[in-house]
């Protein structure tokens, strides 16, 4: 685990990640994904890992679309799954 300076003094900490992370809220926990995709260590979009740099303006739209869309599974009806399954043989 990493040392922390408080004071100027170090402090050793040993933390278990797992106890740290069921201890945060889920506001607290939401900043720690923010900060590990602003550092580098988390994909923006993780249906594309490693394209985030490669994709233009439309294109991170329509990837931030299909991530929303990709959690609603269980709140579509039977047409709108249909429609997907269709969109999915077209372009397969």
Not at 41 to 61: Q, V
Request: aromatic share 10%; charged share 35%.
């Amino acid at each position: 685990m990493p040392n922390f300076t408080a004071y100027n003094v170090d402090v050793d900490l040993d933390i278990d990640v797992d106890d740290f992370l069921s201890e945060c809220s889920s506001r607290e926990i939401k900043e720690l994904i923010n900060a590990l995709i602003e550092d580098g260590h988390l994909a923006k979009h993780p249906l594309l890992p490693g394209h985030e740099e490669k994709l233009g303006k439309m294109e991170e739209e329509f990837v931030g679309k299909l991530y929303t869309i990709s959690s609603k599974y269980y709140s579509m009806t039977e047409e709108e799954l249909e429609m997907i399954d269709k969109l999915y043989n077209k372009y397969r």
